[in-house]
């Protein structure tokens, strides 16, 4: 009976292995599980924000800017195919600018500047030409305007307006551009104008000085001036009114009309008109060296008016002024149906000095 309850409670040496194990398992099993859990909730306290970050991802792309992003960050060929103005578009602007203000001097320097860097720019060449002619400076803009039309027709537009100008003598307005100012005087040649209050009919071509040497004559020139219709214009001469007058210098002080001997020629045989050509018209001026007119003329202060048809004829005066006389300049009007088509002068200031009138009936 011992022995048998010895043997019973006597624990086998394997099962303490095993039962081992299980409890080594058991320990095992709880750590993973519990390192299992403890993983889930370090994740769950991440921010709300990077899991709102990862789900509003897919949605990134309607609310970005790409088209924005190009418009404002141009790229590098777009930059180089627009290039900041360069200086001397940046002083024809301020020129332009401050011409539309009336301050021609300084828009006149402006130009001027711009000039120094470009000397053949048609552009700038063309608003100075245009400057001159809002001051009524007829003279300095032609210079301006035959600088412009030699550089020929790769001036464009400018090239076409300087030759119109320079062929008809009709001033262009500052504030007309190349293109309105060459489709009107264009408009204008392909309409019988006949006394329209529309355009010009006829204007001065060249206006060219010579004086001839003469010992008995204080001054002895003549002025050759030439008188062009509008291309497909219809123009009655005996509506036609030219008036050349000459001004002297009187005690080197005062401006005054001529007492000098005043004398006209045409030198075109017919100066109607009737074709395309100018008429040409020579003016002369004759001071004896007394400095008085001739005897009977009695000194009057006169200019030649002339209409075609009429010969040729003298003016002559009636009054001396005190003072020496001395020759200044001339200015030319001419007038169709009592209306003003062109005007130059030398010096351009008779001009200031003697504005011309819209009318020939008008003093």
Do not use: C
């Not at 011409?99 to 720019?121: H, I, Q």
């Not at 076409?160 to 060459?182: E, F, W």
């Not at 045409?266 to 100066?271: A, F, Q, S, V």
């Not at 003016?283 to 200019?303: I, M």
């Amino acid at each position: 009976m011992r022995t048998l309850l010895s043997r019973a409670t006597q624990v086998d040496p394997s099962f303490n292995v095993g039962l081992g194990l299980v409890v080594i398992l058991a320990v095992a099993e709880i750590f993973a599980v519990t390192s299992y859990y403890v993983g889930r909730v370090r994740p769950g306290r991440a921010p709300a924000q990077a899991v709102a970050t990862t789900v509003a991802r897919p949605a990134a792309p309607p609310v970005s800017t790409p088209a924005p992003a190009t418009e404002t960050a141009p790229s590098p060929e777009a930059v180089a195919q627009a290039p900041p103005p360069s200086l001397v578009d940046q002083f024809l602007r301020e020129g332009i600018d401050l011409r539309d203000r009336g301050d021609t001097t300084n828009a006149l320097a402006r130009f001027e500047e711009a000039l120094e860097s470009e000397p053949s720019n048609a552009a700038v060449l063309e608003e100075i030409a245009k400057t001159y002619d809002s001051m009524q400076l007829y003279d300095k803009s032609n210079e301006v305007w035959r600088k412009l039309h030699d550089i020929g027709p790769s001036a464009g537009e400018a090239y076409k307006l300087a030759d119109q100008r320079l062929k008809l003598g009709v001033p262009t307005p500052a504030t007309t551009d190349a293109g309105m100012a060459g489709a009107s005087l264009d408009a204008a040649s392909h309409r019988d104008l006949g006394g329209s209050p529309e355009g010009p009919v006829m204007g001065i071509t060249e206006v060219k000085a010579a004086e001839t040497p003469d010992p008995d004559a204080e001054t002895n020139l003549a002025l050759r001036i030439g008188i062009k219709k509008q291309a497909g214009a219809t123009v009655d001469h005996t509506k036609v009114k030219i008036l050349v007058e000459f001004y002297d210098t009187v005690g080197d002080k005062d401006v005054k009309l001529t007492d000098a001997d005043v004398n006209y020629e045409w030198l075109t045989p017919k100066h109607d008109w009737a074709d395309a050509n100018a008429e040409v018209l020579s003016v002369s001026y004759l001071r004896p060296k007394t400095g008085v007119g001739s005897p009977e003329s009695a000194l009057s202060e006169a200019a030649a008016t002339v209409r075609p048809g009429q010969k040729g004829r003298s003016a002559k005066g009636s009054a001396a002024d005190s003072g020496k006389r001395k020759y200044l300049g001339y200015r030319i009007r001419i007038y169709y149906d009592d209306k003003l088509q062109a005007v130059q002068a030398e010096p351009s200031r008779l001009l200031q000095l003697f504005p011309a009138s819209e009318s020939s009936s008008t003093p």
